[in-house]
């Protein structure tokens, strides 16, 4: 089984920057997909950006040019660096990671961080 921890949300200004982190611990053999999703109060879950085991990324319109995914194998972590943040992008941030341990294949997701964006 492999679990997910997020952590680096919190309460920025307008304009400000965050970094997210997820660590995926476990019997872990792969990470094929790695993607980050947030949800709204009252709104849908929605993916954000997600990045592939060659390094591929691609990103939710909403936040292109503001929001870098990025990984590090090493480490078991991916993540997740917002700038130029709008209040609208207040919402809890989900990590998500599928691939395989060493029995089956696996798609984990973290508990949320909370981002705020407020003045």
């Known amino acids: 089984q492999v679990q997910l921890v997020e952590s680096g949300g919190g309460l920025v200004q307008p304009g400000g920057s965050l970094r997210l982190s997820c660590l995926a611990s476990?019997?872990?053999?792969?990470?094929?997909?790695m993607r980050w999703y947030r949800q709204g109060a009252g709104k849908q879950r929605e993916l954000v950006a997600r990045?592939?085991?060659?390094?591929?990324?691609s990103y939710a319109d909403s936040v292109k040019g503001r929001f870098t995914i990025s990984r590090d194998n090493a480490k078991n972590t991916v993540y997740l660096q917002m700038n130029s943040l709008k209040p609208e992008d207040t919402a809890v941030y989900y990590c998500?990671?599928?691939?395989?341990?060493?029995?089956?294949?696996?798609?984990?997701w973290g508990q949320g961080t909370q981002v705020t964006v407020s003045s």
């Open positions: 998500n990671v599928a691939g395989s341990d060493y029995v089956r294949r696996y798609d984990s």
């Open positions: 990045i592939t085991s060659g390094g591929t990324t």
């Open positions: 476990g019997s872990i053999l792969s990470m094929d997909y």
